[in-house]
Nanobody
Framework: QVQLVESGGGLVQAGGSLRLSCAASGRTFSSYTMGWFRQAPGKEREVVAVITWSDAITRYADSVQGRFTISRDSAKNTVYLQMNSLEPEDTAVYYC?????????????????WGQGTQVTVSS
């Protein structure tokens, strides 16, 4: 069975950086799309970034474009989210997700598998 385990969250000051990791297991992910999502208290879950595993095509939400970078390491079966210039508005639980489709629109939140999430808190 597919398992996604996020790590790397924590408390950071505004302007700082964090790198989240998502360790994926249980499948060969070469044809999958991987995504990072986040959900802040009292708000709906929103997409942050998406990457196609096969050719590493990436897409980003406007709110993080230029600050966040999604990448994947096929040898380690791990997806990363490098977050720079963090703002208090980035505070949320961050989730990793995987879908068997090789292409997902940024607006498509229907993913086959989800991780448990990791908390990111940015202080002002």
């Amino acid at each position: 069975q597919v398992q996604l385990v996020e790590s790397g969250g924590g408390l950071v000051q505004a302007g700082g950086s964090l790198r989240l990791s998502c360790a994926a297991s249980g499948r060969t992910f070469s044809s999958y799309t991987m995504g990072w999502f986040r959900q802040a208290p009292g708000k709906e879950r929103e997409v942050v970034a998406v990457i196609t595993w096969s050719d590493a095509i990436t897409r980003y939400a406007d709110s993080v474009q230029g600050r966040f970078t999604i990448s994947r390491d096929s040898a380690k079966n791990t997806v990363y989210l490098q977050m720079n210039s963090l703002e208090p508005e980035d505070t949320a639980v961050y989730y990793c997700a995987a879908d068997r489709s090789p292409f997902k629109r940024l607006s498509d939140y229907e993913y086959d598998y989800w991780g448990q999430g990791t908390q990111v808190t940015v202080s002002s």
